[in-house]
């Protein structure tokens, strides 16, 4: 009778190296980085003062605000802490930073602590939704009831 050879017991599967700490942060610190440079830019040239930035060529073109009008006066307004003026100038735009430095604050803790990067997903009705609230504030803010959401004429 032949003897079988004793098979090798499996090894435990080797952990999967964490990159560094510094590593991991790269991105949402590069992210940041992306984002400071032009709101620096903003912050010291002010919008409110005519002949800095060209004017929005959907005001121009119908006479209506855009969604996005207001928005750099609202960027310079929150660089200067000031939420009032910064949700009159433009309302959206002041929910979208306020969202948008939750999800990098997210992202930061989760290269911190070497966790997932969280994702997003809106999916097909968000998009719709999200749609939805781009129409309609542009209409209630080029109505009379909606005045206060549109930005100061200059």
Do not use: K
């Not at 700490?21 to 005519?50: E, F, G, H, K």
């Amino acid at each position: 009778m032949r003897a079988i050879p004793a098979q090798p017991e499996p090894s435990a599967p080797q952990p999967v190296p964490q990159p560094s700490v510094l590593r991991r942060l790269s991105r949402p610190l590069a992210a940041l980085a992306a984002v400071a440079i032009p709101t620096a830019y903003v912050a010291a040239v002010d919008p409110n003062a005519a002949g800095h930035y060209p004017t929005c060529p959907v005001l121009r073109a119908t006479g209506w605000w855009c969604p996005g009008c207001g928005g750099l006066r609202c960027v310079h307004a929150l660089t200067r802490g000031d939420l009032t003026t910064a949700g009159h100038d433009n309302l959206l735009v002041l929910l979208l930073a306020g969202v948008l430095g939750l999800l990098w604050l997210r992202w930061l803790w989760a290269a911190l602590t070497g966790g997932r990067a969280p994702g997003i997903s809106i999916g097909s009705g968000g998009a719709v939704g999200l749609t939805v609230l781009l129409v309609v504030f542009t209409v209630v803010r080029n109505l009379p009831i909606g005045a206060g959401l549109a930005p100061p004429l200059l």
